[in-house]
């Protein structure tokens, strides 16, 4: 870590495996091993915090169980609460809001109790679907913008979200770009012992899709690809994850009758060992604003084949490191990979390429020095305490 002073951070995130919840908690762990100071405020225990860290602490949010609230627990309050007690009782230099709802309302929220006698500092990170999907409710839509007018600064993970939130929400002020990251130290081009044979006990080729198993996730698209590829080709589909779409896409695998040949892991803690065994990447999400899930699998230098939307061609090069299609081709995909599968130099080549764009344009390093840098300009700017 640098000679300059450490600082005291609030990370207020989903603690669920998603991206954003994902790379707040990743972020906050490198922060700690710089030095700083970081204090995780959520519901739950992140994911991907699965062991005991210096300078990292979890405070958890508890909603009031009350006779009026029994169809509706007014969490973004008591987490307001949360905010500002933290804030006020380790002195926060500021926090950082992942998600813009309830996050960034409720980071706002705490901010105003603590108000005149400090300036509380707030950066809110845009991650996706708060913009793209629920932002845009007519219920959330006003609520979204002044959280986000009234962020001290705001960023998003990629130039495609942050033209669809200067263009949607109307907003003239500055955004910051800063790209989502992976530690290629713990993501790399090789799988945990006997991982490959277990999954593959034959020698099948594997096939991986991460997610929250939600619809914007697109698992029919993944299932259609994966049993066009398997008409061709011994293989096995892995799905990584869980969420609403995990029992159709249960009852879809079963009536194509290839369910012997598709693995549901479920939830998984360690999937930077698991990930490398794969000879492909599965991601053609209909909306898809970074694809953090592309990325690590990048990095494990396995070729991913995604979608033409969004984020996805800030991350992928098609053709060089990957390949895009659009979300509901089928066709398109099925051949990408039958392509690869048939020509193991050209699938190698093609993962070398994606580990070494991860570790260029994505290093963990280089991510989280543009977010510390950004931390010390806000903190820079004052407003008292």
């Known amino acids: 870590m640098s000679e300059r002073k450490s600082l005291r951070v609030g990370i207020v995130c989903y603690p669920t495996p998603g991206g954003s919840g994902v790379v707040a908690t990743e972020l906050g762990k490198s922060l700690a091993a710089r030095g700083h100071e970081v204090h995780f ?6 994911a991907r915090l699965t062991e005991f860290t210096d300078r990292v602490y979890l405070h958890k949010v508890e909603t009031g169980d009350y006779p009026v609230f029994q169809q509706y627990t007014p969490y973004a309050l008591s987490l307001a609460v949360k905010i500002r007690e933290v804030s006020d009782q380790y002195d926060l230099d500021l926090v950082h809001a992942h998600y813009a709802i309830p996050h960034a309302t409720s980071t706002y929220l705490a901010r105003q109790m603590l108000a005149p006698a400090r300036h509380l500092r707030t950066m809110t990170t845009l991650h996706g679907t708060d913009i793209t999907l629920v932002g845009v409710m007519p219920s959330f ?18 130039r495609f979200l942050q033209r669809e939130t200067t263009e949607q929400f ?10 989502n990251f992976v530690d290629g130290d713990e993501f790399r081009p090789a799988p945990a012992p006997g991982i490959r044979e277990r999954l593959a006990p034959r020698g099948e080729r594997l096939l991986f899709h991460v997610s929250n198993f939600r619809k914007v996730k697109n698992l029919p698209v993944v299932v259609d690809v994966f049993a066009g590829v398997r008409r061709e080709l011994p293989c096995r589909l892995v799905l990584i994850g ?5 029992e159709p896409t249960e009852r879809r695998v079963a009536e194509l009758g290839i369910a012997d040949d598709v693995l549901f892991l479920g939830d998984q803690e360690y999937i930077a060992g698991v990930l490398p065994a794969a000879d492909a990447f599965l991601l053609p999400s ?12 990048m990095a494990c230098a396995v070729p ?15 053709g060089e490191t990957g390949f895009v299609c659009d979300p509901h081709d089928v066709s398109c995909m099925r051949e990408i990979v039958l392509g690869l599968l048939r020509d193991e130099s050209r699938r190698r080549a093609v ?11 994505f290093s963990r390093d280089d991510i989280v020095d543009r977010y510390e840098d950004a931390y010390r300009r806000l903190v820079a700017q004052g407003g008292g305490k």
């Open 351 to 361: 993962g070398a390429a994606a580990r070494k764009r991860a570790e260029e344009r």
């Open 41 to 46: 405020i959520c519901n739950g225990h992140p």
């Open 141 to 158: 839509f006003e609520i979204t913008r002044f959280s986000i007018l009234a962020s001290d600064a705001v960023t998003t993970v990629s």
């Open 304 to 318: 991913v084949v995604g979608s033409r939307v969004g984020g996805l061609p800030e991350v992928i090069v098609d």
């Open 286 to 297: 209909e909306h898809e604003s970074f694809g953090l899930a592309a990325l690590e699998a």
């Open 242 to 246: 869980d969420g609403p779409e995990r």
């Open 170 to 179: 109307r907003v003239d002020r500055p955004i910051e770009v800063i790209y």
